[in-house]
């Protein structure tokens, strides 16, 4: 068995350690105490639990592709409110087909290490380095646009900072990994001023692509009140002239492409029915090739503490609400 911890080890040792002196020092007052231990095994055996999936324990197993293995992958995904235009296939929002290519790619690079950095009018890295696509998977289907409340004007480049920040921390940390970027959006830009520059180092970046979504003729953007979903919602209105009407959003290819000149990858736009096969070869990095050998797999056991931390966690809810009810009633009884 091996562990492949949710922290670096000098993070993680120091962790352990306090939470095997907190859980001693526990003890020690419950053995004075009258009540014994019996109150204080159901919530060490929590904090066990966690610590135990933390440390992500897994068994060798299975096999994958050595070329892929030594990938780092970032997706860079437009979050803002024109990924949900209704222009990609018959009808659908752009964001189907950022879900669809995501997982794709994801499949096609079995065994890399996968990071998600999402924007609009903030930039948030919701998901570190890591080979748990089904982690990728859960994020991806719940990914939605901005609420359109919340939404101010942003800029196709907003990403550029703190994708500068985890391309350098990934080649510090993994010098020999390759690191990829895949970028998906549309080019809009609705700051009111021109985009900054990318301003990403060339030696941070071997290979990827930027993936445009949208036509020419545009589509309109529902508006999105929450993050549950709602059929019923509207169309974001156009204000900006003197009769109000359903806005609309347009690709800007122009603008995509010249990302993708800063990025030193190639530009691809992606319309529904597209394969999967085209996309690839354009953002193969030049600096991997194909290889005929395997690099031994590893079949993750963290999910095995982490439910049974949720059942305890279940179990002590449940009998903390019926000693609430059995307080509530012997309130009752002696008010009678």
Known sequence: MTVQPIWPWWIMLPVVVAVVVFLAWT???????????????????????LMLAALR??????????????????????????????DYGTGSPRLDGVRKDIMAIAGELAGARFSMITFDSQTVVRMPLTTDTSALDTLTGVLEPQITLYSTGSSVTAAR???????????????????????????????GRAPEPMNVDASLVNGGAVLGYGTDQG???????????????????????????????????DTLRGIAAQL???????????????MMQAA?????HETTGSLEGR??????????????????????????RQLRTGKREVRA
């Open 27 to 49: 003890a020690v007052r419950s053995r004075l105490r009258s009540a014994g231990l019996r109150g204080w095994l159901l919530p060490s055996g929590l904090v066990v639990l």
């Open 219 to 253: 589509g309109r953007m529902k508006e999105k009140t929450s993050y549950v979903a709602d059929d019923a919602a509207g169309y974001i209105q156009d204000r900006s002239g003197e009769s109000a009407g359903d806005a609309v959003s347009r690709i800007d290819e």
């Open 264 to 278: 030193g990858v190639p530009y691809v736009h992606r319309a529904a029915g597209d394969g999967v096969a085209p």
């Open 299 to 324: 079949v993750e056991l963290y999910w095995a503490p982490a439910l049974a931390a949720f059942f305890l966690a279940l179990w002590e809810s449940l009998t903390v609400l019926r000693q609430l």
């Open 57 to 86: 324990p897994g068994l060798p197993g299975g096999s994958v592709r050595a070329a892929a293995s030594d990938l780092n992958v970032f997706f860079v995904v437009d979050t803002t409110s024109s990924i949900s235009a209704e």
């Open 284 to 288: 193969r990095p030049g600096a991997l």
């Open 161 to 191: 900072t703190v994708l500068n920040e985890r391309l350098g921390a990934a080649r510090e940390s993994h010098p020999e990994r390759a690191r990829i970027v895949f970028y998906f959006g549309d080019g809009e830009q609705t700051s």
